[in-house]
């Protein structure tokens, strides 16, 4: 499994740009980075995916490194609703041999 | 779209007794997966189905927990006899992907809060 490390805990200021990082050191060439993002009393829901291009989306803008040991989810301008646990998933090509791993995540707080 | 349904939100129960967990995907989806998020373990795959077959149950912790899918439209995970300690959050998620190739977003409901006494 591709190991990854994100901070604890981030704070942001709303209508601000939030940037947060995930270290994925591990990743195989063939592994889609994942982030999805937990909202209190809430499933997680899907926030945006990446092979290698930066992606964009109505959410979110995902910022992948050229080795790929690294990216960064990019929230334009934090609302407080945005308010959530943030996972960043390295996903498996071949889903039968391996298990997602949503780790602990990064707990992004934002400051009215 | 009503998304992933899942019920009961919330199912208080003593130890010993029987639990089951009910769980309607996505029109549409072909994968469905059972999580369960605890604070100290935090989210973690039990079982996952494809066109209604079971793929992968590594994850399930003990012969007390067992998952069916009798049609793409629904599945269950039931609990025998129950412990305190499966006390948890349980989520079910679907996705219109393969499993081998996965890159299609999964899609979660809003969970089952588990507390056994």
């Known amino acids: 499994d591709a190991k990854t490390t994100q901070p604890n805990s981030m704070e942001s200021n709303e209508e601000e740009p939030v940037h947060l990082p995930c270290n994925h050191s591990t990743i195989s060439g063939t592994d889609y980075i994942h982030w999805y993002r937990q909202l209190p009393s809430q499933g997680p829901e899907y926030v945006i995916h990446?092979?290698?291009s930066n992606v964009n989306n109505r959410m979110a803008s995902l910022a992948i490194a050229e080795d790929r040991k690294s990216s960064t989810l990019i929230l334009h301008r934090a609302t407080l609703r945005d308010a959530a646990v943030y996972y960043c998933?390295?996903?498996?090509?071949?889903?039968?041999?391996?298990?997602?791993?949503f780790g602990t995540g990064t707990r992004l707080t934002i400051i009215p | 779209d009503a998304g992933v349904i899942q019920s009961p939100r919330h199912e208080v129960t003593e130890m010993g007794q029987e639990v089951t967990l009910r769980c309607k995907p996505i029109?549409?989806?072909?994968?469905l997966f059972w999580y369960r998020q605890t604070m100290m373990r935090g989210l973690e795959l039990l079982i996952y189905f494809n066109n209604n077959v079971p793929i992968d149950d590594s994850g399930m912790p003990e012969d007390r927990f067992s998952a069916k899918m009798p049609n793409a439209s629904f599945s269950t995970l039931k609990i025998q006899p129950s412990e305190p300690r499966d006390s948890a959050v349980y989520f079910c998620a679907s996705s219109p992907g393969q499993p081998s190739s996965y890159n299609s977003p999964l899609h979660f409901g809003n969970g089952t809060r588990l507390t056994v006494t």
């Open positions: 990446g092979l290698t």
């Open positions: 029109s549409g989806h072909n994968s």
């Open positions: 998933i390295p996903a498996p090509s071949n889903f039968g041999n391996e298990k997602l791993t």
